[in-house]
């Protein structure tokens, strides 16, 4: 069984930087890969970055690009979310998803794409 689990979160001002970790273990498929989603109080659950199986392929929320970065390392199993400039709507609870496939080349940003989530990590971006 897939395990996820989330590390970086942590409170911020506007403008700052924190670098969210995702560490995987009883890795079993070809490939996995690697969804960033986030959910404020209210709101419906989104896709913030994802990154494929053997990181070639990344995919970005349209209000975070430029400023988000998604990596994976997997000799160590782990995929990072560099977060800089973080603005106040950038406050949530970030998860990371992984979905097992054959494929090297492809992730997604839809929540029914993936089956295996971490408990996620508090980011709150405030002065």
């Known amino acids: 069984q897939l395990q996820l689990v989330e590390s970086g979160g942590g409170l911020v001002q506007p403008g700052g930087s924190l670098r969210l970790s995702c560490a995987a273990s009883g890795l079993t498929s070809d490939y996995y890969y690697i969804g960033w989603f986030r959910q404020a109080p209210g709101k419906e659950r989104e896709g913030v970055s994802c990154i494929s199986g053997v990181g070639s392929r990344t995919a970005y929320l349209d209000s975070v690009k430029g400023r988000f970065t998604i990596s994976r390392d997997n000799a160590k199993n782990t995929v990072l979310l560099q977060m800089n400039s973080l603005k106040p709507e950038d406050t949530a609870v970030y998860y990371c998803?992984?979905?097992?496939?054959?494929?090297?080349?492809?992730?997604?940003?839809?929540?029914?794409?993936?089956?295996?989530w971490g408990q996620g990590t508090q980011v709150t971006v405030s002065s």
């Open positions: 998803a992984a979905h097992g496939t054959t494929i090297r080349d492809m992730c997604g940003m839809q929540t029914w794409q993936y089956e295996y």
